[in-house]
């Protein structure tokens, strides 16, 4: 047990080193720090020493490492939504979010369901996870237009990507099966499970935000929000609530609850989601096969081009921007940790033929945030001065 520990915790701190020399080399060369985590966690996989991968983790481990993420990152996301100060791009932007993440999510089904020949469940899921864009990777909403409706529509669309596929799962294992006549008889106990979210958040809210609110501490209190967001994911897991909706609901409290030193404790906040994002990915690139097939890879190439023809339509439907701006924000919409993080906690569920969900989703992953990391070199000539 010492010695598996001792390995295990090895492992956790090679990855973090190999985190930390990625993101300075990120920065160096300006390149997108997710990409290059995800390529060096696939490059890790494919190396064996003894039959087995160089580095590899317990599926307890990466399913414990997986439920943090999603709730720090909800957290931080939802921290964000300050509906009380929603200006007019804002609201475009939430407008965007919502327009093409359910027609993303319903053509891409779609096309999984009759052409690739996922099962109705996987589909849905596999749609839902590439209708997502990233916030972690999503620039300065300050600087113009384009970025500021792509900062905030990523920042929507990331509770859109942790909650859809969770509740469709928990659908699927409930009924056994996921179809229009289960799903009706699901909806008061979904009802229910969201309600319920809503409820534990906010209790969670109340308690933790009071005490910070009198009290602060500068060594203790950024402790707050990372206690929190778990305390809301595991109360309302517990209480058979909705857990990504019950820590959404605390991060959106406390956006809105005035705090002295808030931005002292957000910094907190920035640094742990940094750890974990560097642990997510590389985990992420640790279980993608190293070797799909060209089915898997053409797939994912098809749903991205589709991701992309959806995304443009929904841009000039709902955002009021150029053509160039359009183009830009198309193509600077990337999958960021969130999907990652989904992706990695459902794979250590032993889903049956997940597998080739999983390195669709991957796949595309590395498609997006390379396209992106090309269209930065053209952020001046298609989205304006900076």
């Not at 640094?271 to 990915?281: C, D, G, Q, R």
């Not at 841009?315 to 990337?334: G, R």
């Amino acid at each position: 047990m010492v010695s598996a520990t001792i390995t295990y915790l090895t492992f956790l701190a090679v990855v973090l080193l190999i985190g930390i020399l990625c993101s300075i080399v990120s920065k160096k060369f300006r390149l997108p720090n997710i990409l290059l985590l995800l390529v060096v966690g696939i490059l890790l996989n494919s190396i064996n020493f003894n039959g087995k991968p160089l580095v590899y983790f317990p599926n307890e481990m990466v399913a414990a490492v997986s439920v943090i993420a999603i709730a720090i990152i909800v957290f931080d996301s939802a921290s964000r939504l300050k509906l009380n100060e929603l200006d007019t791009l804002d609201k475009r932007a939430l407008e965007l979010a919502f327009v093409f993440f359910l027609f993303a999510t319903v053509i891409i089904s779609a096309v999984s369901y009759y052409f690739i020949g996922l099962g109705l469940f996987y589909s849905i899921i596999l749609a839902s996870l590439m209708a997502g864009t990233a916030a972690d990777v999503a620039l300065d909403k300050a600087k113009n237009r384009a970025l500021h409706i792509l900062n905030a529509e990523a920042v929507i669309n990331t509770l859109l990507v942790m909650l859809i596929p969770l509740i469709v799962l928990n659908i699927e294992q409930t009924t056994g099966a996921f179809t229009a006549e289960n799903l009706a008889s699901q909806l008061v106990p979904l009802l229910q499970q969201l309600a319920i979210g809503i409820g534990a958040g906010v209790l969670v809210g109340l308690i933790t935000f009071r005490i910070a609110k009198k009290n602060y501490y500068e060594w203790l209190s950024p402790i707050i929000l990372v206690v929190s967001a778990l305390l809301a994911y595991v109360l309302a897991e517990n209480i058979n609530g909705n857990p990504v909706l019950a820590v959404a609901t605390t991060g959106i409290f406390f956006g809105l609850v005035k705090i002295k030193e808030k931005k002292e404790m957000m910094s907190f906040s920035a640094v742990f989601s940094h750890l974990l994002m560097i642990l997510v990915i590389i985990m992420a690139g640790l279980i993608v096969n190293i070797a799909p097939s060209w089915k898997v890879m053409l797939d994912a190439l098809v749903i991205y081009l589709i991701v992309c023809v959806v995304r443009i339509i929904s841009i000039k439907a709902t955002a009021d921007v150029s053509n160039k701006e359009a183009v830009f924000m198309t193509l600077n919409a990337p999958k960021g940790v969130a999907v990652a993080a989904v992706i990695l906690i459902l794979s250590t569920m032993a889903l049956d033929n997940f597998a080739a969900v999983r390195d669709t989703a991957l796949i595309a992953m590395i498609y997006s945030l390379f396209v992106s990391s090309v269209t930065m070199i053209f952020t001046k000539q298609l989205a304006g001065k900076q």
